[in-house]
Nanobody, 120 residues
């Protein structure tokens, strides 16, 4: 099982980016999916999560600007980021709680991270 993130890049303040993260491999079921970020010298912290049923949770600093969504048929989670600001600059990591085939318990899987840089 692996997660592949994409969509990061360089954008000016006020701009938008859409991140994608696709899970692949021997997957029986995916429960929660989400995004974390890690800025230089900072700990990794939550951006947004989404359940398999579509319930969402956001960090306060992104409410109203970022939208998380998922396509269960494609095992993919997205993060639409609007009105980006320089303080949103970070490496963004996706994760998913996945039951691989043959396993009774889920495990957390992480993507490789994608850099988002917002210039002022």
């Amino acid at each position: 099982v692996q997660l592949q993130a994409s969509g990061g890049g360089l954008v000016q303040a006020g701009g938008s980016l859409k991140l994608s993260c696709a899970a692949s491999g021997s997957i029986f079921r995916i429960d929660d999916m989400g995004w974390y970020r890690q800025a230089p010298g900072q700990q990794r912290d939550l951006v947004a999560t989404i359940t398999s049923g579509g319930s969402t949770n956001y960090a306060d600093y992104v409410k109203g600007r970022f939208t998380i969504s998922r396509d269960n048929a494609k095992n993919t989670v997205y993060l639409q980021m609007n009105s980006l600001q320089p303080e949103n600059t970070a490496v963004y990591f996706c994760y998913a709680d996945i039951f691989p085939w043959g396993y009774r318990e889920p495990s957390d899987y992480w993507g490789q991270g994608t850099q988002v840089t917002v210039s002022s």
